[in-house]
């Protein structure tokens, strides 16, 4: 198993495209059991992100186990990506033969102390 936070890993990818070692920096996310993608779609992906996160779900397709974790659903995933044709074809990939866990609820940090009126989200 390997447990990687996602912007990080694309931005891995493309840098060890450069230098030439994209192949293997790739088999070292396509070769473990189970790939944990963490904090999936914090930060919207450009286009390059967005072809490196597509070829590593396609080599992972039926191969391999991924686990995403995001704070939203699918159907806002096009957000993500610089178009919906990307996200589609991405999506489609990960969910094809997948078990989908939804949780409800908020997070499990909290804050010390809270001074002051309330937000509206709480």
């Not at 931005?11 to 963490?38: I, M, N, S, W």
């Not at 704070?71 to 990506?81: A, M, Q, R």
């Not at 999506?91 to 001074?115: E, K, M, N, Q, W």
Request: glycine share 6%; with cysteine; aromatic share 14%.
């Amino acid at each position: 198993m390997l447990f990687v936070n996602t912007a990080a890993m694309l931005e891995e990818l493309q840098a060890f495209l450069v230098d030439g070692t994209y192949q293997r920096t790739l088999r070292r996310f396509t070769k473990p059991a189970v790939l944990v993608c963490d904090e999936f779609g914090y930060e919207p992906f450009d286009t390059r992100a967005t072809k490196f996160l597509f070829r590593l779900v396609s080599a992972r397709h039926r191969s391999g186990s991924m686990t995403i974790t995001a704070h939203t659903g699918f159907k806002d995933w096009k957000n993500f990506f610089p178009s919906e044709a990307a996200a589609f074809a991405t999506v489609s990939r990960l969910i094809d033969a997948a078990t989908i866990l939804r949780f409800t609820g908020g997070g499990y940090r909290t804050p010390r102390d809270i001074h002051g009126a309330t937000i509206d989200n709480e």
